[in-house]
């Protein structure tokens, strides 16, 4: 996928009533189901991280960028100590991934609890507040913090045509093994090329990522 160009055609984007329709239906409906059937789990993590670290709190809010450029906060479970954020700009020369993005594998910010629900993508369930509130969809780009997309290009910027996803394709596709680049690529494809079936299979694929993860960390 290196080297490969893709533009969106946003004029295509705007005329897909038919498909935006029943992603925001599905959205809704699947979203709250899985609240509620997924509720004694949330439970379980928010134990879990106060036993782990009594004073700070369960839920980890971020502001992330959304369609056409548009900030929100996103909601996590929190994997990391609290002042996670502040020792951020510490670790930026041990970022292990190339571009405007951070990732580093041992991360010392990273709480016990925090590693094992980061490793099964539990710490992303609270993403489902957002895909109801309408800011996110259950598929879509990974969305990005405010400090990368004032690194990106007018290219990377086509990732903000369409609203971000709890999971998507990089997600599935490799997630920290694949680089800034490749990311871009993947979630230009998915924009490009996206579907109610490729929505339905990513969801697929993201259940086997859940539970055989594929590098996250």
């Not at 980890?60 to 996590?76: A, L, N, P």
């Not at 990273?110 to 590693?115: A, F, H, M, P, Q």
């Not at 969809?137 to 990377?156: C, F, K, M, N, Q």
């Amino acid at each position: 996928m290196k080297n490969k160009k893709i533009h969106i055609n946003e004029q295509k984007l705007n005329h897909q009533y038919g498909y935006r329709t029943v992603k925001r239906l599905f959205d809704v409906v699947a979203s709250t189901i899985a609240v509620v059937l997924l509720s004694p789990v949330f439970l379980l993590i928010a134990i879990c991280i106060k036993v782990d670290d009594p004073n700070g709190p369960v839920f980890y809010s971020q502001t992330r960028v959304g369609k056409d450029g548009k900030q929100f906060k996103m909601f996590k479970f929190r994997s990391m100590v609290t002042n996670a954020d502040e020792l951020l700009a510490k670790l930026k020369a041990q970022n292990e991934i190339d571009g405007a993005m951070f990732k580093m594998k041992n991360d010392p910010r990273i709480t016990k609890v925090g590693r094992v629900i980061r490793k099964y993508s539990l710490d992303e369930l609270p993403q489902l507040i957002n895909v109801i509130g309408g800011s996110m969809s259950i598929v879509g780009p990974r969305p990005p913090l405010v400090s990368e997309v004032a690194e990106y290009t007018a290219y990377d910027k086509q990732r903000l045509m369409v609203k971000p996803g709890a999971t998507g394709m990089w997600q599935v596709g490799g997630r920290n093994d694949v680089d800034f680049a490749e990311m871009v690529e993947l979630d230009l494809t998915y924009i490009q090329e996206r579907s109610i079936w490729l929505d339905l299979k990513i969801m697929f694929e993201t259940v086997k990522v859940m539970i055989v993860p594929n590098g996250a960390y």
